[in-house]
C-alpha cells in the first residue's frame, strides 16, 4: 500500500520557521492537504491542494510541492502552532486516502 | 456546519457495532463522507468513503470485507457498520466531508465517536 513518510518530530524556537516535510513515491502526481491536530481536538485542514490556505489559516503557514516531497511551512512559530501535523493524499491507484506518519511541532 | 458521531462504546472481539454520524449546515446530499479513526496515542488513519450519492465506496485494506458503509440522504446520516470486531479497531472514529468528489479534502469534522474493543 501506499505509504507517506514524515518525520516523528519538529522543534523549533519561537519566531523561528518549522518545515515539514511529506514524502511519497508517487506524490509529485498527487495533491497534498495538511491538518493541525492539537490534544483532545478533531484534526483541523490549515493548507489544501498544495497550496492553498482556508480563510482561518494564517499567512505565515503554507503549503509547497516539489517532485515527491510537500513541505508545510510554519514562519514566525508560536506555542499555538504546536501539535500533531498530517499530510494526506487520495491515492489513485489503490482509490484510498493515505495519511502520512504524523510530526509532533514542539515549540520550544 | 455541524458533524456529529453517535453509538460507539465498548464491545466484545468478534461482534458488530453500527456508528452514525449526522451532518447539519450543509446540503448533505451533496456531498461524500468519511469516515477516520485513531487509535490511542497513534495517527490518523482513514477507514472509508462513500460517495455523495452512495452510488460508490471505498475502504482502507484493515477494514474490507468486515466494515460496510451507508448513507441516507432524507435522514441526513452516514453509518459505518462494523462487523468481526478486532481488538485494534479500538480506536476514536471521526466522521469528515467536505467535497461532492471522494477525492475531495474533507474540512469538516466531529468530535469522533470512541470504540472500545475488548
Known amino acids: 500500500s501506499y505509504v507517506l513518510t514524515q518525520p516523528p518530530s519538529v522543534s523549533v524556537a519561537p519566531g523561528q520557521t518549522a518545515r515539514i516535510t511529506c514524502e511519497g513515491d508517487?506524490?509529485?502526481?498527487?495533491?497534498a492537504h495538511w491538518y493541525l491536530q492539537r490534544p483532545g481536538q478533531a484534526p483541523v485542514v490549515v493548507v489544501y491542494?498544495?497550496?492553498d490556505r482556508l480563510s482561518a489559516t494564517p499567512d505565515r503557514v503554507s503549503g509547497s510541492k516539489s517532485g515527491n516531497t510537500a513541505t508545510l511551512t510554519i514562519g514566525g512559530v508560536e506555542a499555538g502552532d504546536e501539535g500533531d501535523y498530517y499530510c494526506?493524499?487520495?491515492?489513485?491507484?489503490?482509490?484510498?486516502?493515505?495519511f502520512g506518519g504524523g510530526t509532533k511541532l514542539t515549540v520550544l | 456546519v455541524q458533524v456529529v458521531e453517535s453509538g460507539g462504546g465498548v464491545v466484545q472481539p468478534g461482534r458488530s457495532l453500527k456508528v452514525s454520524c449526522e451532518v447539519s449546515?450543509?446540503?448533505?446530499?451533496?456531498?461524500?463522507m468519511n469516515w477516520v479513526r485513531q487509535a490511542p496515542g497513534k495517527g490518523l488513519e482513514w477507514v472509508a468513503v462513500?460517495?455523495?450519492?452512495?452510488?460508490?465506496?471505498y475502504y482502507a485494506d484493515s477494514v474490507k470485507g468486515r466494515f460496510s458503509v451507508s448513507r441516507d440522504n432524507s435522514r441526513d446520516t452516514v453509518y459505518l457498520q462494523m462487523n468481526s470486531l478486532r481488538v485494534d479497531d479500538t480506536a476514536l472514529y471521526y466522521c469528515?466531508?467536505?467535497?461532492?468528489?471522494?477525492?475531495?479534502?474533507?474540512?469538516?469534522w466531529g468530535p469522533g465517536t470512541l470504540v472500545n474493543v475488548s
Open positions: 469528515a466531508s467536505g467535497s461532492k468528489m471522494v477525492r475531495g479534502v474533507p474540512i469538516y
Open positions: 462513500i460517495s455523495y450519492d452512495g452510488s460508490s465506496e
Open positions: 449546515g450543509l446540503t448533505f446530499k451533496n456531498y461524500a
Open positions: 508517487n506524490l509529485k502526481n498527487q495533491v
Open positions: 491542494d498544495n497550496v
Open positions: 494526506q493524499v487520495w491515492d489513485n491507484v489503490s482509490d484510498q486516502w493515505v
